[in-house]
C-alpha cells in the first residue's frame, strides 16, 4: 500500500464520505485481504506439491 493511500485511509473523514463509498471501501479493503491470504496459501500448496513430487521419484 502507499504511502499516500495509507494517509488517506487513516484521515478518512466519516462525515465527508457518503455511506455507500465508505461501505464500498471497507468491502475492498476485505477483500484485498482476503486475496492476499488467497495467494499466500496457494504459493504453500505449490511448494508442498513440488516437495511431494519430489518424493516419489
Same mark, same amino acid.
Given at each position: 500500500?502507499?504511502?499516500? =493511500?495509507?494517509?488517506? !485511509? @487513516?484521515?478518512? &473523514? !466519516? &462525515?465527508?464520505?457518503?455511506?455507500? &463509498?465508505?461501505?464500498? @471501501?471497507?468491502? =475492498? &479493503? *476485505?477483500?484485498? *485481504?482476503? =486475496? *492476499?491470504?488467497?495467494?499466500?496459501? *496457494?504459493?504453500?500448496?505449490? !511448494? @508442498? !506439491?513440488?516437495?511431494? @513430487?519430489?518424493?516419489?521419484?
Amino acid at each position: 500500500m502507499s504511502t499516500l =493511500n495509507k494517509w488517506v !485511509t @487513516a484521515h478518512r &473523514d !466519516t &462525515d465527508v464520505l457518503p455511506k455507500k &463509498d465508505l461501505d464500498l @471501501a471497507k468491502e =475492498n &479493503d *476485505r477483500l484485498r *485481504r482476503e =486475496n *492476499r491470504l488467497l495467494k499466500e496459501e *496457494r504459493e504453500i500448496l505449490k !511448494t @508442498a !506439491t513440488q516437495f511431494f @513430487a519430489g518424493l516419489k521419484q
